[in-house]
């Protein structure tokens, strides 16, 4: 796995939990307002951690941390993402995937194995998306995505980070309408958390 940071202390990334968090390196979008763009753009990328370090650390943490989060970039890039998540539980931890859903193939196979999920809505579906993404955007992946978080039996919420440049309030307000009133989101204004 491609590790660009770890935080061993967090009450914030985990609802309810005490974690840590590993971020991984590389993205397959270019959101102009992204917060980490340095484990987006393989330039701006850091000497990786080494996750046997995180492993040795995390075996030491038991019983005074709850969870792991895996967040990025895009975990899902990560050909060994199953087997480290795997290797994390085996420890008792609880484990929290933050994903933008663009690999639907992965995501199914890591569900079983995660207890939380945490999925950005980049934009309401259509041109809307690719232009916050930066990229082609399939929207059958997205939502096939959607559709597996929400029968997977987990704790989990839709989120939207945005940037008034790229989507309205109108647009959140579609977003909002698509997820339906009961879904749990969440909406962060891109600006105030820079």
């Known amino acids: 796995m491609k590790i ?9 990334d985990y609802p309810g939990k005490v974690a840590a968090v590993i971020f991984t390196q590389g993205c ?11 484990l987006v753009y393989p330039e701006l990328f850091t000497d990786p951690v ?4 995180i492993f040795d650390f995390l075996k030491e943490r038991r019983g005074l941390l709850d969870g792991v989060v895996f967040c990025g970039g895009e975990p899902t890039l990560q050909e060994d993402l ?22 639907p193939d992965i995501l199914a196979k890591v569900l079983p ?3 939380y999920a945490a999925m950005d809505i980049k934009a309401p579906f259509g041109d809307a998306y690719a232009r916050v993404c930066g990229v ?3 929207d059958y992946e997205i939502r096939r995505s959607m559709l597996l978080i929400r029968a997977a039996g987990l704790a989990y919420e839709f989120r939207t980070t945005f940037d008034l440049k790229y989507i309205s309030i109108e647009g959140i307000g579609k977003i909002k309408k698509m997820l339906g009133r009961h879904e749990p989101y969440t909406i962060r204004d891109a600006v105030l958390n820079r």
Do not use: M, W
Request: with cysteine.
């Open 82 to 103: 199953l087997e480290i998540i795997c290797k994390v539980r085996s420890l008792g931890y609880a484990v929290k995937l933050d994903t933008n859903g663009s690999n």
């Open 136 to 138: 082609t955007i399939n």
């Open 113 to 115: 194995y995660i207890d």
């Open 50 to 53: 080494s996750f046997e370090s």
């Open 4 to 12: 660009g940071g770890f935080v061993k202390f967090s009450l914030i």
């Open 28 to 38: 397959n979008f270019r959101c102009p307002y992204c917060h980490n763009p340095q």
